[in-house]
């Protein structure tokens, strides 16, 4: 499996586990919800649907029909297929969450991997934000290095280009600062409710997003830290 259809299906999944859909509204879901999926077609979200189904973790069902009824027990006129998560394809996502390698590091994977934090345990969302910082540093340091080498050689549109570049990466390093510090504290980026505070606290679960203090937050799939 390739990576980019690899996170389709993470994605797919994850969108999934909040409701069952029909494929236009899993398609429309993908490009706006999720930045890298912006231009992706039909004939990529089909197949890997399709490959869901036949592992077991989908289920095709048409829309209206009792719930439970493949679309293969049902005759007449086309009516619209309706994708469902099963047990297996929710065990199937809890497994994908818990991963916290390399791949959900890198800029295509964190954005969508990013998107379903609030599905994440807290100490897997801390191994992706600490990996994607330090990847995000390594890549700062050979940027800064490259252009102390080349400065010279470079006129003053790429060279500003270069610094572009730089700013958009020394931002989500600052961003990815907050998180992590907020993961640590425990903070909420919305105003505490005691009762859903008291609850979030039996249930050990006491992170949450920084409060912003000015600036844009950057969008995890910017293809600008690329």
Same mark, same amino acid.
């Given at each position: 499996?390739?990576?980019? +259809? $690899?996170?389709?299906?993470?994605? %797919?999944? $994850?969108?999934?586990?909040?409701?069952?859909?029909?494929?236009?509204? =899993?398609?429309?879901? =993908?490009?706006? +919800?999720?930045?890298?999926?912006?231009?992706?077609?039909?004939?990529?979200?089909?197949?890997?649907?399709?490959?869901?189904?036949?592992?077991?973790?989908?289920?095709?069902e048409t829309e209206g029909a009792p719930e439970g009824v493949p679309?293969?027990?049902? @005759?007449?006129?086309?009516?619209?297929?309706?994708?469902?998560?099963?047990?297996? $394809?929710?065990?199937?996502?809890?497994?994908?969450?818990?991963?916290? !390698?390399?791949?959900?590091?890198?800029?295509?994977?964190? !954005? %969508?991997?990013?998107?379903?934090?609030?599905?994440?345990?807290?100490? %897997?969302?801390?191994?992706?934000?600490? $990996?994607?910082?330090?990847?995000?540093?390594?890549?700062?340091?050979r940027m800064r290095t490259s252009l102390a080498r080349s400065r010279?050689? =470079?006129?003053?549109? @790429?060279?500003? =280009?270069?610094?572009?570049?730089?700013?958009?990466?020394?931002?989500? %390093?600052?961003?990815?600062?907050?998180?992590?510090?907020?993961?640590?504290?425990?903070?909420?980026?919305?105003?505490?409710?005691?009762?859903?505070?008291? +609850?979030?606290?039996?249930?050990g679960d006491t992170g949450g997003l920084p409060r912003h203090r000015?600036? +844009?937050?950057?969008?995890?799939?910017?293809?600008?830290?690329?």
């Amino acid at each position: 499996m390739s990576r980019r +259809s $690899g996170i389709l299906e993470f994605a %797919v999944l $994850g969108l999934l586990r909040e409701s069952p859909m029909h494929g236009y509204e =899993l398609r429309k879901r =993908l490009n706006t +919800s999720l930045g890298v999926f912006r231009a992706f077609s039909y004939g990529t979200l089909y197949p890997c649907l399709k490959a869901l189904v036949a592992n077991g973790w989908l289920i095709e069902e048409t829309e209206g029909a009792p719930e439970g009824v493949p679309t293969a027990a049902l @005759t007449g006129r086309r009516a619209k297929i309706v994708y469902r998560l099963t047990a297996a $394809g929710k065990e199937h996502f809890e497994e994908l969450l818990a991963h916290s !390698g390399p791949d959900a590091w890198e800029d295509e994977h964190f !954005g %969508v991997r990013f998107a379903f934090f609030g599905q994440t345990s807290r100490d %897997v969302r801390m191994r992706v934000l600490e $990996g994607r910082r330090s990847r995000l540093e390594e890549r700062l340091e050979r940027m800064r290095t490259s252009l102390a080498r080349s400065r010279e050689r =470079l006129d003053d549109y @790429t060279l500003e =280009l270069q610094r572009h570049g730089m700013e958009s990466v020394e931002r989500e %390093v600052r961003w990815l600062n907050e998180l992590i510090e907020s993961e640590r504290a425990g903070r909420d980026q919305r105003a505490p409710d005691p009762a859903a505070q008291d +609850s979030k606290h039996q249930s050990g679960d006491t992170g949450g997003l920084p409060r912003h203090r000015g600036g +844009s937050r950057p969008d995890p799939s910017d293809d600008t830290t690329t």
